[in-house]
């Protein structure tokens, strides 16, 4: 038996921060965010943690389907922004709803990780689980400076993951590239930690927020992204017109724009739900999943080709192709 996504769902804050409330509290304004990122507004916690957000996640998905959590296998939560060094949020997750029987561990790919992760999940899978969960999870409000226009529009709040399971009598996870450029690893940085030792002579960095050279990362994702989804393509050899659905990570608008005339691959099969909740890092890619299953658009019948493909820090990017 072969791996297969079979559930998704989502947890989102209540707090909506529209671009007119943000330009209430720095230099900045809708038609400005609206034309460069396509971001119309963004959810913020108030109260919740990471592990808020991804045992609500964990408990819809157990929800839709009341099975027993001692069945799951693993839990692998993706994020760049958990609440301790340890333990993993994935930890936690697994804790709080009673997965005794799963192993887990979060994986920090940035906004790659949602792809890295369902690439572990699979492997975890072909060599005897027989099922687990996947979830995004992000509080990018704690990184952000909010003083810093630059970065402060664009990111937001929220979790989503799926239930992974070994169902599929044919292989749906047909191919995937992961990759990673560490010489590019300071055109993105959040936040440095500090070495309290008393033994530590070095120079303790006091950086807490999020660091973003914008205009580098929008290359790369244009030109090395781009390029490994032609190359996932030409590998497996699938047709642009094949591809059902393309669900990339959500950075901006602008950028998706981008990515579908670089691989000829139609703008209309590039879901996105960024105007909405903006850039919410390695929850991005399950987030639009879990919109486009609800409203049944993807069916989860195995039917559905679609190219995966996440990017952002480390440099890290990551395509996969799956049939969902
Ligand atoms: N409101 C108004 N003006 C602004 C704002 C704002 N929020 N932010 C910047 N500006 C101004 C700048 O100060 C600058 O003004 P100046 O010309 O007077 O100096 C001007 O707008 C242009 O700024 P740029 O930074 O050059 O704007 P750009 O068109 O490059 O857009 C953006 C910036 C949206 C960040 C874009 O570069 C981008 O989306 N990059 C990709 C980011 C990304 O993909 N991140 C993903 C990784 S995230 C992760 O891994 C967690």
Same mark, same amino acid.
């Given at each position: 038996m072969?791996a297969?996504?079979?559930l998704t ?5 209540a ?16 038609e ?10 963004r959810r ?19 929800q839709?389907?009341?099975? !027993? ?5 693993? =839990?692998?939560v993706a994020?760049?922004t +958990?609440? %301790?060094?340890?333990?993993s949020? *994935? @930890?936690?997750?697994?804790g709080?709803?009673g ?7 979060d994986l ?5 990780g ?7 999940a699979?492997?975890l899978?072909?060599t005897?689980?027989k099922?687990?969960l996947?979830?995004?999870g ?9 003083q810093?226009?630059?970065t402060?529009?664009?990111f937001? !709040? ?5 239930? =992974?399971?070994?169902t599929?009598?044919? +292989?749906l %996870?047909?191919?995937?590239i992961? *990759? @990673? ?6 055109a ?9 030792s008393?033994?530590f ?10 660091e ?11 030109r ?9 393509l030409e ?22 724009s981008?990515m579908a005339?670089?691989t ?14 903006g850039n ?6 399950p ?6 299953v609800?409203n ?11 190219l ?5 820090g480390?440099l890290?990017?990551g ?6």
């Open positions: 072969y297969k996504i079979t769902a989502q947890s989102l804050p707090h909506y921060l529209s671009n007119d409330d943000l330009s209430k509290i720095m230099p900045t304004n809708d400005w965010i609206t034309t460069r990122t396509g971001i119309k507004q913020v916690v108030t109260e919740q943690s990471t592990t808020d957000l991804c045992v609500d996640v964990a408990l819809k998905l157990i839709k389907r009341s099975f !027993d959590a001692e069945t799951l296998d693993f =839990i692998i994020t760049m +958990p609440d %301790f060094q340890t333990p949020v *994935a @930890s936690c997750v697994q709080a709803i997965a005794t029987n799963a192993l887990a561990f920090n790919a940035a906004c790659s949602f792809v890295y992760a369902l690439s572990m699979e492997k899978i072909r005897g689980s099922c687990g996947v979830i995004g992000e509080t990018m409000s704690k990184l952000v400076d909010w810093d226009r630059r402060a529009v664009l937001g !709040d929220g979790a989503a993951g799926v239930l =992974i399971e070994n599929a009598t044919e +292989p %996870f047909i191919k995937e992961l *990759a @990673s450029d560490g010489t590019k690893s300071t993105l940085q959040a936040p440095s930690l500090a070495n309290n008393p033994f002579k070095g120079a303790n960095s006091t950086r807490p927020f999020i973003m050279d914008g205009r580098a990362i929008f290359d790369f994702a244009t090395n992204v781009s390029k490994t989804m032609l190359e996932l590998v497996t050899q699938t047709n642009v017109e094949a591809i059902d659905w393309v669900i990339a990570h959500q950075a901006n608008a602008r950028l998706l981008a005339k670089k000829g691959i139609r703008q209309e099969k590039f879901l996105s739900n960024i105007a909405n909740v919410t890092s390695s929850a991005s890619i987030l639009v999943l879990d919109d486009y609800s049944g658009t993807i069916p989860l019948d195995g039917t559905h080709l679609t995966l493909t996440g990017f952002g480390g890290t990017w395509s996969m192709l799956v049939r969902l």
